[in-house]
């Protein structure tokens, strides 16, 4: 999982059809149980970006995605926000997953 700041995270979410990017903080305990398994799940699915943003590093990006609480999870179809998720649900995170998956099947 890449880690991306307010100066990046745009021309990632612009430059790949499917884009996740997880939000948390160093302080956030939820963050930090959900982060390692956001990271297995990227490496089992190489076909979608996987980004991280910590909100003092991306606290434009964050406001302008609405982020009110974290760990939240946004996941991007062609730029354009498809889901988010909050709290540590690696099983929704999965979810996501397919969910991009599948609006490829239907383009």
């Known amino acids: 999982m890449l880690n991306r700041n307010d100066d990046d995270i745009q021309e990632l979410i612009d430059g790949n059809t499917h884009v996740i990017v997880q939000f948390g903080a160093s302080w956030c305990g939820p963050c ?3 982060k390692p398994k956001v990271d297995k799940i990227s490496f089992e699915n190489s076909d979608i970006v996987f980004a991280y943003i910590d909100l003092e ?10 982020v009110q609480a974290v760990p939240t999870v946004i996941g991007f179809h062609n730029s354009k926000v498809v889901e ?3 709290g540590p649900s690696d099983a929704a995170v999965k979810s996501l997953v397919e ?3 599948s ?5």
Request: without cysteine; glycine residues 4%.
């Open 84 to 86: 988010t998720l909050i």
């Open 32 to 34: 930090k149980v959900l």
């Open 99 to 101: 969910n991009l998956r």
């Open 103 to 107: 609006r490829v099947n239907r383009e």
């Open 57 to 66: 590093t991306g606290e434009q990006f964050a406001q302008k995605m609405k």
